[in-house]
C-alpha cells in the first residue's frame, strides 16, 4: 500500500532562515506528488505539485520541492522563510486508481518573528 | 460560490446520535472526496465519488459511516450512532476530471460529547 512520511512532526525557525521539510513516499510506479499548506484557521492550500518533467518544481510563495525518484523523496524548500509561513504542511502522493491523496503525518511549521 | 462549501462548520453532538454533513463542490467539478483530520491520525481518506460511477469506499472506517452524492454535485456524509473516536474535522474536495488537483473546503469540525 502507499504510504508517505513526513519526517518532522514539528519545527521552529527564525525569519530568514531556510527551511526543508522531508517527504518520502512508497510506491514504486508512476508518482504524482503535493505538497499542501494549511495556515491557522484556513483551507488547504496546494503549494506545488510534480507530476513528470523537470523533478525541481517551483510553487507558490517561494517555495520549491525537489522530485528524487532514486530516493522516493520530495523534499519542501524554501530559502528564507518568513514569519507568515508559519502553518502546517502536509505531503501527498496520489494514488492512480481513482485519484484519492494519502497524506504524510503533517509538519507544523512556527517562524519565529 | 467560487470554492468549495462545507456546513455546518461545526457541529457539537452527543455519542449514539446521528449527524450529517453536507459538501458542495465547485460547480463542474466530477470528483468528490470526503477525508477526516483526526490528532494522531493526520488526514485519511474516507470516500470518493467520481461522475455516475459506484463510490470507492474503501476508506470508511466502520459500517456506520455513508455517503451520498445527490445528482452529481452536493454530498452528505452521515454517520450513525456517533462515537467519541469520531471527533474530527470533515474535510470535503473536489476536482475537475481534467486536472489533478483538489480543492478543499474549510472542514466541519465534529465534536462527540
Known amino acids: 500500500a502507499q504510504s508517505v512520511s513526513q519526517h518532522n512532526h514539528h519545527v521552529i525557525l527564525s525569519e530568514a532562515a531556510s527551511l526543508e521539510l522531508g517527504c518520502n513516499y512508497s510506491y514504486g510506479g508512476t508518482v504524482n506528488l503535493f505538497w499542501y499548506v494549511q495556515y491557522p484557521g484556513q483551507h488547504l492550500q496546494l503549494l506545488l505539485k510534480?507530476?513528470?518533467?523537470?523533478?525541481l518544481v517551483k510553487g507558490i510563495k517561494g517555495f520549491e520541492a525537489e522530485f528524487i525518484k532514486s530516493k522516493f523523496s520530495f523534499n519542501l524548500r524554501k530559502p528564507s522563510v518568513q514569519w507568515s509561513d508559519t502553518a502546517e504542511y502536509f505531503c501527498?502522493?496520489?494514488?492512480?486508481?481513482?485519484?484519492?491523496?494519502?497524506f504524510g503525518q503533517g509538519t507544523e511549521l512556527s517562524v519565529k518573528p | 460560490g467560487a470554492g468549495v462549501s462545507q456546513s455546518p462548520s461545526n457541529k457539537v453532538t452527543e455519542k449514539g446520535k446521528d449527524v450529517e454533513l453536507r459538501c458542495d463542490p465547485i460547480s463542474g467539478h466530477t470528483a468528490l472526496y470526503w477525508y477526516r483530520q483526526s490528532l494522531g491520525q493526520g488526514l485519511e481518506f474516507l470516500i470518493y465519488f467520481q461522475g455516475n460511477s459506484a463510490p470507492d469506499k474503501s476508506g470508511l472506517p466502520s459500517d456506520r459511516f455513508s455517503a451520498e452524492r445527490t445528482g452529481g454535485s452536493v454530498s452528505t456524509l452521515t454517520i450513525q450512532r456517533t462515537q467519541q473516536e469520531d471527533s474530527a474535522v470533515y474535510l470535503c474536495a473536489s476536482r475537475w476530471t481534467g486536472n489533478n488537483e483538489q480543492f478543499f473546503g474549510p472542514g466541519t469540525r465534529l465534536t462527540v460529547l
Open positions: 510534480y507530476f513528470s518533467g523537470d523533478p
Open positions: 501527498a502522493v496520489k494514488n492512480n486508481q481513482g485519484g484519492k491523496l494519502i
